[in-house]
């Protein structure tokens, strides 16, 4: 099985940045697609940046330009740096990770960006 522990998560200035961090452990080889998710106070977790197996990236359009996400070759860690950080970008953010059997979950770190 695939465990998923994020850390990286603060309390920032608008215009700051964070680096997000996804560490997993277990059965890394199975580990597919690897995403960040996040949920705002209120609102329905969204997707924000993806990672496959081959490397490719995807984001979701308010954040383009602003955060990138990487992994090491192993895939056991996954980043999402956050560069030029707004307050609407406050939320809790998770990470996934596509295993053959099932989608794992991280336990999320909160972001607070202040204005």
């Known amino acids: 099985q695939v465990q998923l522990v994020e850390s990286g998560g603060g309390l920032v200035q608008a215009g700051g940045s964070l680096r997000l961090s996804c560490a997993a452990s277990?059965?890394?080889?199975?580990?597919?697609?690897m995403n960040w998710y996040r949920q705002a106070p209120g609102k329905q977790r969204e997707f924000v940046a993806r990672?496959?197996?081959?490397?490719?990236?995807m984001y979701v359009d308010s954040v383009k330009g602003r955060f990138t996400i990487s992994g090491d070759n192993a895939r056991s860690t996954v980043f999402l740096q956050m560069n030029s950080l707004k307050p609407e970008d406050t939320a809790v953010y998770y990470c996934?990770?596509?295993?053959?059997?099932?989608?794992?979950w991280g336990q999320g770190t909160q972001v607070t960006v202040s204005s």
């Open positions: 996934n990770a596509l295993t053959p059997s099932r989608l794992v």
């Open positions: 277990g059965r890394i080889s199975s580990i597919g697609d």
């Open positions: 990672i496959s197996t081959g490397g490719r990236t």
